[in-house]
Structures are given as structure tokens and as C-alpha cells.
């Protein structure tokens, strides 16, 4: 019986060890990275049996474990003092550069993509063979954006859209230039207001979280440039969709550009009054727009100057952290022109907040839970 009780705390002494020591768990003793999320959702690195002791004192019944079944010190340690404070476990294996594994999406109802394309697409494969027993993908990469089979996830631009999203199980989140500039254009050819044939222009600026990790850090750099222009060789990866989702003859011009700011973005159209199938003036574009997009949850029509500030700038960061998107359309009867612009935040309507809503609205949820 010694021989045991002595062997037992050997072990658990070795699960600490490996822990603390090999698994740099004194790291995380320092910073637990514990922030609160939602009202029921809290966000940690790996808890220690302390840690899942207070937790439970917060009314914690789930913890996700997103490094999945690891079977070494602190993992047995995390399972032991969650059925200690009967406090359900659910492992689940994230990976955030490879595609996920086949197991992986049989335990899900929903599964999220972040990866490039060629990931994307072999995601999709491994996923497509568990059949009928595959869950809903919600891709936020380029390579199911014009593939007919799945589901465009930009609901506003109208109701053939909005269905398809409550009957795929193939989702593709929509480009954030994309969003804006589709928003722009699918009221004038919907109502017959332009010709798929018109000629295009797209300017539009963004945040530079939008490049990724590679892009953040340049802008960290102290001689970053403040500002520039890119996509010089015009064939921008957001293009196809563009042109297939408003069935475009002629590929725009399309000049994207960055900012020295993390979030937000502006794409704008302009439009001669000549390029018009029918005669126009600012109002009648105005009542259009405010016309086609008078249900939508997410997007709102200004008025005239409405989204000016007080110095007379259109700045492009005012929805940072929000699902939002204004249009605002301004206008010069005198020389028969306008630019239509939208903004938003490149990571919410753009990206994040976008997949959430086509997942709200393929379960049958309110579209604008958790938004």
C-alpha cells in the first residue's frame, strides 16, 4: 500500500513537471491570459487545477480544450480537476495552419476555415467524406467565392442569397473589398440602373490588419511608408467574385490601397450621370440605395453628409468592432457625377462578423446574435 501511495505522488509529481517545466506552464503561471468574451464565455491559456477551481466559482460548467487529448501532464491534470468540479471537458484539436482532420469535423456542427486557399481546399475534401454527416463549413478564404455550389455569404444583396445560406452546408465568407464594392453595385443592376457592360472603377483604402501578421509588423517598422497603393499589376484575388456575383462584362479597375491605421475601410465608386441607363440626379440614386437596403439588420443608407465629420472628412475607421456598414452616396448635379462609398471594418463585415452572421442564419438563429 506505501509502495503505491509513494508511486502516486511520484506520478502526479511528474505531471506537474511535465507541465510547469516542459510544457513552459510557468509561463502561464504569470499570464493567464483570462479575459471575459460575452456575458457566458471566457477566453485562457491551458488552466492549471487552481485556475479550474476558480472557474468553477465563476459558474463555469465547459471548458474547451483546443489542443485536444494531449495525454501528458497537464492535460491529465486538467481532466482530473474538471471531474473534480464537475466541470465538463470537451477536447477539441485546433489547428491553425494545416486542414483540419477528418474526426475534427465530425465532432462539429459548424466549422469555421482560416487557412490559405490550397488549405481551404483540401479542408473541404477530407470534410466532403463524411457525406451527409459533414458539418456546415464557413470558408474565409478565396476559393469557393464563385464556385456555384456554395453559398455566398452576403445575405443584403438579396433574397435568392439570403436562401441559399439557410439550405448550404458550403459557405463562403465574402471578400472584405468585395462586401463593399458588391453592396454598391448590385442595387444599379438589380434595378436596371447601369449595364452589366459599364465600364467599373473601384478605389478603396484600408487598414493594414488586413495584410496579415506579414503586413502588422511592417507597419510597426519606423520607416513604413504612410500610405501607399498596391494590386498595381490588376488582378486583385477579390476581383472574380466581383465580377461573377453582378455577372460583369468588362473586369473593373480596381485600386486598393492601405492606411497607417489597424481597422476599418472605405471602397468607393464613382459613377459619370452619361454611364446611367436612365436619367438621374443624387436623390434618385439616394432613394434607391435607401430603398433596396431598407430590411437589412447590418446596413444603413446615410443621408446627406451624414457620415462627415465635423472637419468635413470621410474617415474610414467609425465601425471598427461592429457587423456594420454605411453607404453614403455623394453627389454633384452640376457636373452630372457621384461616388457611391461603403465602409466598414475590414475585420467585422469584412471578415469576422460576416461568417458569424451566415452561422446565425444557417441554424435558423436571429442574424444578429452575438453581433
Given at each position: 500500500m506505501k509502495a503505491r501511495v509513494k508511486q502516486f505522488k511520484f506520478n502526479r509529481f511528474l505531471a506537474w513537471f511535465d507541465m510547469i517545466i516542459k510544457d513552459h506552464?510557468?509561463?502561464?503561471?504569470?499570464?493567464?491570459?483570462?479575459?471575459?468574451v460575452d456575458e457566458k464565455l471566457y477566453r485562457s491559456n491551458m488552466p492549471t487545477?487552481?485556475?479550474?477551481?476558480?472557474?468553477?466559482k465563476l459558474g463555469i460548467k465547459t471548458i474547451i480544450n483546443l489542443r485536444g487529448v494531449r495525454k501528458d501532464g497537464g492535460w491529465l491534470l486538467e481532466n482530473e480537476a474538471?471531474?473534480?468540479?464537475?466541470?465538463?471537458?470537451?477536447?477539441?484539436?485546433?489547428?491553425?495552419?494545416?486542414?483540419?482532420?477528418?474526426?475534427?469535423?465530425?465532432?462539429?456542427?459548424v466549422s469555421f476555415l482560416c487557412l490559405p486557399d490550397d488549405g481551404a481546399v483540401e479542408a473541404v475534401q477530407i470534410a466532403n467524406q463524411l457525406g451527409n454527416?459533414?458539418?456546415?463549413?464557413?470558408?474565409?478564404?478565396?476559393?469557393?467565392?464563385?464556385?456555384?455550389?456554395?453559398?455566398?455569404?452576403?445575405?443584403?444583396?438579396?433574397?435568392?442569397?439570403?436562401?441559399?445560406?439557410l439550405y448550404s452546408k458550403r459557405i463562403a465568407a465574402p471578400g472584405c473589398y468585395?462586401?463593399?464594392?458588391?453592396?454598391?453595385?448590385?442595387?444599379?443592376l438589380v434595378n436596371n440602373f447601369i449595364s452589366h457592360k459599364n465600364p467599373i472603377v473601384i478605389n478603396a483604402v484600408s487598414g493594414y490588419s488586413g495584410g496579415g501578421k506579414a503586413l502588422i509588423n511592417y507597419f510597426k517598422e519606423k520607416d513604413h511608408e504612410p500610405f501607399f497603393n498596391y494590386g498595381l499589376k490588376l488582378n486583385?484575388?477579390?476581383l472574380p467574385e466581383i465580377i461573377h456575383h453582378n455577372n460583369l462584362e468588362l473586369t473593373p479597375i480596381f485600386s486598393p490601397s492601405v492606411g497607417n491605421f489597424i481597422q476599418g475601410m472605405i471602397v468607393s465608386i464613382p459613377i459619370h450621370f452619361q454611364w446611367f441607363k436612365k436619367k438621374v440626379n443624387t436623390q434618385l440614386i439616394q432613394s434607391l440605395m435607401e430603398d433596396f437596403y431598407s430590411d437589412a439588420h447590418f446596413?444603413?443608407?446615410?443621408?446627406?453628409d451624414e457620415g462627415i465629420s465635423p472637419h468635413g472628412y470621410f474617415r474610414p475607421d467609425n465601425l471598427v468592432g461592429t457587423n456594420n456598414l454605411e453607404i453614403s452616396i455623394f453627389g454633384n448635379d452640376d457636373n452630372n457625377q457621384l461616388i457611391i462609398s461603403s465602409r466598414l471594418d475590414n475585420l467585422g463585415k469584412g471578415a469576422s462578423g460576416a461568417a458569424i452572421q451566415c452561422m446565425n442564419i444557417a441554424l435558423g438563429f436571429d442574424e444578429a446574435l452575438g453581433l
Open positions: 506552464g510557468f509561463l502561464r503561471l504569470c499570464y493567464n491570459n483570462f479575459h471575459k487545477p487552481s485556475r479550474i477551481r476558480d472557474y468553477s474538471c471531474d473534480q468540479y464537475n466541470i465538463q471537458l470537451i477536447d477539441f484539436r485546433a489547428r491553425s495552419r494545416a486542414a483540419p482532420e477528418k474526426e475534427m469535423f465530425k465532432a462539429s456542427d454527416k459533414s458539418p456546415i463549413i464557413i470558408d474565409a478564404s478565396t476559393a469557393h467565392r464563385t464556385n456555384p455550389d456554395w453559398a455566398y455569404g452576403l445575405p443584403e444583396l438579396g433574397l435568392e442569397f439570403r436562401k441559399k445560406l468585395s462586401t463593399g464594392a458588391n453592396v454598391i453595385l448590385k442595387p444599379l486583385h484575388k477579390h446596413i444603413k443608407v446615410l443621408k446627406k
